[in-house]
Structures are given as structure tokens and as C-alpha cells.
């Protein structure tokens, strides 16, 4: 299970600091609700892709003595099972879709493929989005037609309520987030 955090840091700080990062005690288990303080298990160690180069970060693991089942604890500036960070992501999906100038597009995303690919992702989850507005704060996005124009309504709501903390409570409530599979 992934759980997110939000550290208060940008990547490169996190990523020097490494395993000495200030992380979460977690003190119930997310899987069998035990209200006991969980194991530090170890950490994995995966890539952060940002608009300005490549990080090898360390994702902190959790184990619970009870169930003894897994959490990851996942710094918010990053997304599951995704290699670039939230902000490259969203400042390219953001650049194609007219909303920003492309200047500082993200070094490993130039090919069209790749920005296509995120855009096509962000298209394909906006009913996903409409139903988790609605349910949690009963916001009921534009009835167009054109996806262009929803995706950039969808845009800005989400960057109007905070987009790191849309996309962990879409994650905590069961939705996918907006670049999910």
C-alpha cells in the first residue's frame, strides 16, 4: 500500500538528505486498522524526474507486526509507479494543452510521444475527477463536448484546491489519480 506525504521540501533536498529525511511515524496500520506503531522496514530506491535532471531518491517502507503487510510512504511530489515528478508532469500536459508557454519543458518528455502519452491519460480520467468533486465537495464540472476545453477546467479546479492534496485524497479515497492507468 502507498501512502503520501508531504515532506515540506522540493526533490533535490529530499534526495540529499537521503535516508535522513524526516519521516512519518506511522502509528495505525492502513491495511488491518491495528493501533500499533508500524516497523520500519527499509526503503526502496527509485528515480524523480524533474524539468531540471534526475534524482535517485529513497522511498521509506513500513511493515505492520500484526498483519505484517507493507506501506510505502511516497513524498508528495511524486505520483505511483511514476518515474517524473508531479510538476513535469503537470507542466507539460499544462504546456500542450495551451494553458502555459513551453520553456522549461521537462528534458526527458520532448518527444511528442511522451507528452501525448500523460495528456491522453489526463483526458481518459477526467470522469474520474467529475465523480470525486462531486462526491467530495459536490462540484460537477462544464457539460461540453470538447476535451480540450473540460481538461483545462479540470486544470484549473485542481490547482485552485491544491493539486498535491487533490491527488493523495483521490488516492486515500480509492479514485485513481488523474495520470493513472
Request: hydrophobic share 35%; with cysteine; proline share 5%.
Amino acid at each position: 500500500m502507498i501512502q503520501f506525504h508531504d515532506f515540506g521540501i522540493d526533490v533535490q533536498t529530499y534526495a540529499e538528505r537521503g535516508k535522513e529525511n524526516d519521516f512519518p511515524l506511522l502509528t495505525q496500520c492502513p491495511h488491518c486498522r491495528a493501533k500499533r506503531p508500524l516497523h520500519r522496514h527499509g526503503y526502496d530506491e527509485r528515480n524523480a524526474l524533474t524539468p531540471h535532471g534526475d534524482d535517485r531518491i529513497w522511498i521509506v517502507r513500513y511493515r505492520c507486526r500484526e498483519c505484517l503487510k507493507t506501506v510505502s510512504v511516497l513524498p508528495s511530489f511524486l505520483l505511483p509507479y511514476f518515474q517524473y515528478t508531479l510538476s513535469a508532469i503537470w507542466q507539460v500536459v499544462k504546456e500542450q494543452l495551451g494553458l502555459t508557454e513551453g520553456t522549461n519543458r521537462a528534458p526527458f518528455l520532448l518527444t511528442k510521444d511522451g507528452i501525448i502519452f500523460y495528456v491522453r491519460r489526463f483526458y481518459r480520467n477526467l470522469s474520474s475527477l467529475h465523480s470525486f468533486f462531486a462526491r467530495r465537495w459536490r462540484i460537477i464540472g462544464p457539460i461540453v463536448k470538447k476535451e480540450k476545453e473540460r481538461a483545462s477546467w479540470w486544470i484549473r479546479t485542481l490547482e485552485k484546491h491544491g493539486l498535491d492534496s487533490v491527488i493523495r485524497d483521490m488516492w486515500e479515497d480509492g479514485f485513481r489519480h488523474p495520470f493513472a492507468n
